[in-house]
C-alpha cells in the first residue's frame, strides 16, 4: 500500500498566484503552461475558473505543510486499516472528508472536491448527511503531526 503523502495534490511553492496550476500539473504529469492555459480558457468560456481556483486554493495544502496521519497507520501494517472517525491534523470544517479519505487511503482533496461537487449537483441536499456524518463519526484519537513533503 502506497502513503498518500508521496500522491497528494499540493500546491507548489513557486507558482505564479497559489501554486493551484503547478500542482494540478505536477499530479497529473502535464507542464504547467498547459494547466495555465487550460485554467484562462475556463475562466473566459465557462466562467468558472475562478471558482475552481479558489476552492482548490482553499483545499490544497501547500507543498512544505502537508498534514499527515501517524506513522502506523501509512501502509497499514500487519493489514490494519486506520479507524474510520474525523481527523483533527487534514481537515477543512469538521474533519469528516479526511478521515474517510484516510481510511480509503486516497487523496483527502479529492475526497473534498467530490463531497462538494456532490453537495453542488444536489442542490446542497446532501448537507445534512454531511451534519450526520460528522456527528456519528467518533472523535480522533491520534495526536496531530505535520511532516514536510
Not at 503523502?5 to 500546491?11: A, D, P
Not at 496521519?69 to 477543512?92: C, F, I, M, Q, Y
Amino acid at each position: 500500500m502506497q502513503s498518500v503523502t508521496n500522491n497528494r495534490l499540493v500546491r507548489v511553492e513557486d507558482g505564479w498566484i497559489a501554486g493551484v496550476c503547478g500542482g494540478v500539473a505536477q499530479r497529473v504529469g502535464l507542464p504547467t503552461t498547459l494547466v495555465r492555459l487550460a485554467w484562462i480558457a475556463a475562466v473566459l468560456f465557462f466562467g468558472t475558473g475562478l471558482l475552481l481556483y479558489g476552492v482548490l486554493w482553499w483545499l490544497m495544502p501547500s507543498e512544505g505543510n502537508v498534514p499527515v496521519e501517524p506513522s502506523v497507520w501509512v501502509g497499514g501494517e500487519n493489514g490494519r486499516r486506520p479507524p474510520l472517525e474525523r481527523t483533527a491534523h487534514d481537515k477543512k470544517i469538521f474533519g469528516v472528508c479526511g478521515g474517510l479519505a484516510r481510511r480509503a487511503d486516497v487523496d483527502p482533496t479529492l475526497v473534498r472536491l467530490g463531497a462538494l461537487a456532490l453537495a453542488g449537483l444536489s442542490f446542497g441536499t446532501v448537507l445534512p448527511l454531511y451534519l450526520v456524518a460528522a456527528l456519528a463519526m467518533p472523535p480522533p484519537s491520534s495526536p496531530i503531526s505535520t511532516v514536510p513533503a
